[in-house]
């Protein structure tokens, strides 16, 4: 059911937030996950004295938000989609559920309002692989994946590296690792509507990969100096966080951007799940550095990737990409 939400929802919401704003809300998104990665965080570090079922206790937990939410959503169901609505025909039905969220002066897009004799067939994701939607398929699920497998990198060299420093809390590794992301969540947030959505993406990848590679070819850096390019290097991997909702929904049209989304969310399902085992198999095979160097070498895939191919979905600089064409 939380998969249906990271794509469902994404493509859901869009549809009901003011144009030109949509892409900026949904990277706002990016705080209350971040909030709840944390209380996440809390909970299992608080929660104790349960002996061998303390595990099963701290799994139950995360029952408590998905009732909040169910409650929620009993009382408070959210409308239908307008535009599927309108796709299958029942304009009038689209209308009346948009004055009734929104006013009567709100209506459907002139494209919408035709009704259409035959029903559309369903999309299938065959499409995506089409010549007209093949690379953005490919960069919205390669960006994805790859940030998600380099993200793990994070949580396992952290502790390593404080470690050097003779710091051997584990807490005070969960602390700056947290914090530190909802910090750099902020940044990103900053500076989502100030660059391009190309550049964010090319020079996210490209930096990130740069610092991981100092970190893991390097090997005579005092210890302080890892710190700080260490957390220079998560400042930026992290920050791009803030593109993983909006930038995949631009990528694709109203037509298939629901079977799209989610296409990228399970791509990226593959880099987090190798992020998550195949790093820590690394680390005890050939050490933190040998699983640094694999998260470069996957950043700097991915940003060949989007150098390549990412496409400018921004309006503001598409405008003035096709005024220098």
Same mark, same amino acid.
């Given at each position: 059911?939380?998969?249906?939400?990271?794509?469902?929802?994404?493509?859901?919401?869009?549809?009901?937030?003011?144009?030109?704003?949509?892409?900026?809300?949904?990277?706002?998104?990016?705080?209350?996950?971040?909030?709840?990665?944390?209380?996440?965080?809390?909970?299992?570090?608080?929660?104790?004295?349960?002996?061998?079922?303390?595990?099963?206790?701290?799994?139950?937990?995360?029952?408590?938000?998905?009732?909040?939410?169910?409650?929620?959503?009993?009382?408070?169901?959210?409308?239908?989609?307008?535009?599927?609505?309108?796709?299958?025909?029942?304009?009038?039905?689209?209308?009346?559920?948009?004055?009734?969220?929104?006013?009567?002066?709100?209506?459907?897009?002139?494209?919408?309002?035709?009704?259409?004799?035959?029903?559309?067939?369903?999309?299938?994701?065959?499409?995506?692989?089409?010549?007209?939607?093949?690379?953005?398929?490919?960069?919205?699920?390669?960006?994805?994946?790859?940030?998600?497998?380099?993200? $793990? +990198? &994070?949580?396992?060299?952290? *502790?390593? %590296?404080? @470690?050097?420093?003779?710091? !051997?809390?584990?807490? #005070?590794?969960? /602390?700056?690792?947290?914090?530190?992301?909802?910090?750099?969540?902020?940044?990103?947030?900053?500076?989502?509507?100030?660059?391009?959505?190309?550049?964010?993406?090319?020079?996210?990848?490209?930096?990130?990969?740069?610092? $991981? +590679? &100092?970190?893991?070819?390097? *090997?005579? %850096?005092? @210890?302080?100096?890892?710190? !700080?390019?260490?957390? #220079?290097?998560? /400042?930026?991997?992290?920050?791009?966080?803030?593109?993983?909702?909006?930038?995949?929904?631009?990528?694709?049209?109203?037509?298939?951007?629901?079977?799209?989304?989610?296409?990228?969310?399970?791509?990226?399902?593959?880099?987090?799940?190798?992020?998550?085992?195949?790093?820590?198999?690394?680390?005890?095979?050939?050490?933190?550095?040998?699983?640094?160097?694999?998260?470069?070498?996957?950043?700097?895939?991915?940003?060949?990737?989007?150098?390549?191919?990412?496409?400018?979905?921004?309006?503001?600089?598409?405008?003035?990409?096709?005024?220098?064409?």
């Amino acid at each position: 059911m939380i998969a249906v939400d990271y794509t469902v929802g994404n493509a859901l919401l869009t549809e009901w937030l003011p144009k030109g704003e949509d892409s900026k809300r949904q990277s706002h998104l990016l705080i209350y996950w971040t909030i709840g990665f944390i209380l996440s965080y809390i909970a299992g570090t608080l929660i104790t004295g349960f002996g061998a079922y303390t595990w099963q206790v701290i799994l139950a937990t995360s029952a408590v938000p998905a009732i909040i939410t169910a409650l929620f959503r009993s009382f408070f169901p959210l409308p239908a989609s307008p535009t599927w609505l309108a796709s299958k025909g029942k304009v009038k039905k689209a209308n009346k559920i948009i004055s009734k969220h929104m006013g009567r002066k709100w209506r459907l897009p002139k494209r919408f309002m035709k009704k259409k004799k035959k029903t559309p067939k369903n999309i299938s994701w065959a499409i995506l692989f089409s010549k007209k939607y093949l690379r953005r398929t490919l960069v919205g699920g390669i960006f994805y994946a790859c940030q998600a497998f380099s993200f $793990f +990198g &994070i949580s396992i060299f952290l *502790p390593i %590296l404080l @470690s050097s420093m003779n710091i !051997t809390d584990s807490n #005070i590794s969960g /602390i700056i690792y947290n914090g530190g992301m909802f910090v750099d969540v902020l940044f990103g947030i900053f500076i989502f509507n100030r660059i391009s959505r190309r550049a964010f993406l090319v020079g996210n990848f490209l930096t990130s990969a740069v610092l $991981f +590679g &100092i970190l893991a070819l390097v *090997p005579g %850096l005092n @210890s302080m100096v890892k710190l !700080t390019t260490f957390t #220079i290097f998560a /400042i930026i991997l992290s920050s791009g966080l803030v593109l993983d909702y909006p930038y995949p929904t631009e990528l694709f049209d109203i037509k298939v951007r629901s079977t799209g989304v989610g296409t990228c969310i399970t791509i990226s399902r593959f880099g987090a799940a190798a992020g998550t085992f195949l790093l820590s198999v690394l680390t005890n095979v050939g050490g933190a550095k040998l699983a640094m160097l694999v998260c470069a070498i996957v950043l700097l895939f991915a940003f060949i990737v989007c150098l390549i191919w990412a496409p400018e979905t921004l309006p503001k600089f598409m405008k003035k990409e096709q005024k220098t064409e």
